[in-house]
């Protein structure tokens, strides 16, 4: 949620956004073919990692910093 509009993860990883005193929602259209032929998020960072192009990798510190976050939405 934002201070003008809200974002909605529907089924099948699909983004929408409702603005603000709006009442329809709408798909935002993303590029997401890599997601939907491969695990997402896998492709690209098996290319960044292949290149090596490691600006696009995070850091084991900001790894170790986001373990929480990563504990919190698997329900640990």
């Known amino acids: ?11 099948r990883e ?3 956004e409702q603005k603000k005193g709006a009442f329809n929602i709408i798909e935002v259209l993303i590029d997401d073919q890599s997601d939907i032929a491969f695990k997402p998020g ?4 098996t290319q960044a990692f292949l290149k090596p192009d490691f600006l696009n990798l995070i850091s084991i510190g900001e790894q170790i910093k986001a373990i929480s976050i990563y504990e919190e939405i698997g329900g640990y």
Do not use: A, E, G, I
């Open 1 to 11: 949620m934002k201070n003008k509009r809200r974002f909605y993860l529907k089924p």
């Open 14 to 16: 699909k983004l929408f």
């Open 42 to 45: 896998l492709f690209m960072q």
